[in-house]
């Protein structure tokens, strides 16, 4: 007679269930040892169950089995990890009590994590404060600024930018420019992201002009000014001034996107590539007419990873373009002759840098000067000059003017004020001449 058929009277025989499958080969690869003890045969389980009357396969009627039938694991480290944290199947209390402990620790390890990064956030506005809050107007040596919020005056800032501009001598739109037209929508230096209407959609790009001195790289720094002492747009995570100027000097170098923040904002060390791709981030890029890239917007490497390497002008049309980091705000300041290097289709809004009105004229000199009345006789001076009047709409002039009248009505000074553009620019070039002397002594001015 055959093994087979002897294998079959044997069953016949036995009023046990005989459960094949706990026999079969299939199951003996199996780690599911639902047996009480050490790891045994099969054969050395069927002779337990052949005393007992009770059907054997109880582990597939117990409770503990119900939830995780469907979804048998085989995985050995899992039922390691699940005896170690649970200890006494019976007791589903200690496997909450492991969940509980992992969920905490995830947690504070989150808060740890976060709370490093609010640190490298709060040290990045602490030096981005102290950059911006003094500025260096004109001939001031270095550390011997003016605070910026003493004499910032607002100034007339439009949404859209002029119809004609004149490219051989900007100077001459200025009168032009100087009548506020009603069409023109002011908008805040603190507002250009905002959207103003249902119509508009998200403002990502935005395109500042403004001719030369009338005040592009003073909004940038009060804009970075307030974000950093906590006034204003507090909804971006890292407001990042980049000036041009500054980065022609590594326009030979290749750099990834992270690499480039290091280098210019050093207390950024510690962030990773992980925290720019989350975080809402601005890059100011600040006097584009300044810049000696070659923004090739239609022949360039793609590059969406701000670890990748690249050059600098890469980088910049990349960000710009909306391939890197695509929810960064941009903001780009620039002459009008130069404005024309952004494709108009990168650009959501584009504002103009107007200069003063002659509201913000008046309020410049008098916060210039705490003698009340030296700071009427100034205005009253230039109100009576129609020349001096229209060059005081850019705030760089204010400055020339408040140099040259400052020092001719503090000291004992014959003569006429000056009237006119050139004699200003005389009596500015004598100040400036004898200030050396002053400084420097009659020495020879060191190489700088």
């Keep these: 007679m055959s093994e087979c058929v002897m294998e079959e009277e044997e069953r016949a025989e036995s009023t046990v269930p005989s459960c094949v499958s706990l026999k079969s080969d299939w199951s003996k690869d199996q780690p599911l040892h639902f047996g009480i003890g050490p790891q045994g045969s099969p054969l050395k389980m069927d002779e337990d169950r052949a005393e007992s009357t009770v059907p054997s396969c109880v582990s597939l009627k117990s409770d503990q089995s119900k939830g995780g039938i469907i979804n048998f694991r085989s995985s050995e480290e899992f039922y390691q990890k699940r005896s170690a944290s649970i200890g006494d199947s019976s007791c589903p209390e200690g496997e909450k009590k492991r969940r509980t402990e992992l ?3 995830d947690l504070n390890h989150s808060v740890s994590q976060g ?3 609010q640190e490298v956030i709060e040290g990045h506005k602490m030096s981005l404060k102290r950059r911006c809050e003094h500025v260096t107007e004109g001939t001031h040596e270095a550390g011997s600024g003016t605070l910026l919020n003493k004499i910032y005056t607002e100034l007339y800032i439009t949404e859209g930018q002029s119809e004609e501009v004149d490219t051989q001598h900007e100077v001459r739109q200025l009168e032009r420019t100087s009548k506020k037209n ?5 908008i805040k230096c603190q507002d250009i992201f905002k959207v103003l209407s249902e119509q508009q959609r998200h403002i990502r790009v935005v395109l500042t002009n403004g001719v030369a ?3 592009k790289t003073f909004s940038v720094q009060k804009f970075s000014l307030d974000w950093a002492e906590g006034l204003e747009n507090q909804d971006i ?3 990042l001034p980049l000036s041009c100027r500054e980065l022609n000097l590594i326009r030979d170098e290749q750099h990834s996107l992270l690499s480039l923040l290091h280098v210019f904002h050093p207390t950024l060390q510690k962030i990773r590539a992980e925290d720019l791709t989350v975080w809402k981030l601005l ?4 006097g584009l007419d300044e810049s000696r890239f070659s923004l090739g917007f239609n022949n ?5 990873d701000v670890t990748q390497v690249s050059s600098v002008d890469v980088l910049l049309v990349n960000l710009i373009q909306g391939n890197l980091l695509p929810s960064a705000l941009i903001w780009i300041t620039s002459r009008p002759a130069a404005a024309h290097q952004i494709p108009p289709s990168c650009v959501d809004r584009i504002t103009e840098v107007r200069g003063f009105t002659d509201s913000q004229k008046e309020e410049y000199f008098r916060r210039r000067f705490s003698d009340e009345d030296l700071s009427k006789r100034i205005i009253s001076h230039i109100k009576a000059s129609r020349s001096l009047h229209i060059m005081c709409l850019i705030p760089v002039f204010c400055w020339i003017t408040a140099i040259v009248l400052e020092d001719m009505m503090t000291r004992d000074q014959r003569g006429e004020l000056p009237q006119t553009l050139t004699d200003l620019y005389s009596h500015f070039l004598m100040v400036q001449i004898k200030r050396k002397k002053q400084k420097y002594g009659g ?5 700088s």
């Design 237 to 239: 995570s890292l407001v």
């Design 103 to 105: 969920q905490t620790a």
């Design 182 to 186: 009603i069409q023109d929508t002011p």
């Design 300 to 304: 360039h490497q793609l590059i969406s």
């Design 443 to 447: 020495k020879q001015r060191p190489e």
């Design 213 to 215: 001195g009338v005040g």
């Design 115 to 117: 709370g490093e990064l």
């Design 283 to 286: 890059f100011i890029f600040d």
